[in-house]
T-cell receptor
């Protein structure tokens, strides 16, 4: 099955700096890669996703890049703000018989220091 | 759009009792619902996948007789933790995916279960 690895597990940045979180996946059939933000005790919120037919996607301060050959994808947050502090999860999914199960990384706890 | 609710938000029960958790898609029809378990400071672990009107598919290591899943309609799935024990204490989160949302899953707010 799919194995998603995520690094780093914790990340602290100064407000205004950029943050980068990296994930790798094992199943070459994976074609959908969402990123979720989870604040303490709350539900994961989809912040951005990318499909395998594109290499990069941007939404304001958030961008995601995908390298299918190397099987890795990254989340980039620019001009970080204290409200960006949360746990971020990457995930990968492959359409197999309609299942489309998401396999999650282990999470990155991002702390933005004011 | 794509709102998923979950009830109750937290529950405390005695060991040996059963607890039912509801997951509802409020503004779309969820063809597939997923149940996850999350321990403190850990990732989401998929427990089972359910499609409306059919039996749930459980992940390896998840006891189907202990975690009963029913997906009776396109807007409601339930998870019943039977004969709960303290080790079942966890954060249970459902997610839902509609036919028009491709692979995107939208999560409920979660249910914190504490078994005494």
């Amino acid at each position: 099955g799919e194995n998603v690895e995520q690094h780093p597990s914790t990340l602290s940045v100064q407000e205004g700096d950029s943050a980068v979180i990296k994930c790798t996946y094992s199943d070459s059939a994976s074609n959908y890669f969402p990123w979720y933000k989870q604040e303490l005790g709350k539900r994961p919120q989809l912040i951005i996703d990318i499909r395998s037919n594109v290499g990069e996607k941007k939404d304001q301060r958030i961008a995601v890049t995908l390298n299918k050959t190397a099987k890795h994808f990254s989340l980039h947050i620019t001009e970080t703000q204290p409200e960006d502090s949360a746990v971020y999860f990457c995930a990968a999914s492959a359409a197999k018989g309609g299942a489309n199960n998401l396999f999650f990384g282990t999470g990155t706890r991002l702390t933005v220091i004011p | 759009g794509a709102v998923v609710s979950q009830h109750p938000s937290r529950v405390i029960c005695k060991s040996g009792t059963s607890v039912k958790i509801e997951c509802r898609s409020l503004d779309f029809q969820a063809t597939t619902m997923f149940w996850y378990r999350q321990f403190p400071k850990q990732s989401l672990m998929l427990m089972a996948t359910s499609n409306e009107g059919s039996k749930a598919t459980y992940e390896q290591g998840v006891e189907k007789d202990k975690f009963l899943i029913n997906h009776a309609s396109l807007t409601l799935s339930t998870l019943t933790v039977t004969s709960a024990h303290p080790e079942d204490s966890s954060f249970y989160i459902c997610s839902a995916r509609g036919a028009g949302y491709q692979e995107t899953q939208y999560f409920g707010p979660g249910t914190r279960l504490l078994v005494l």
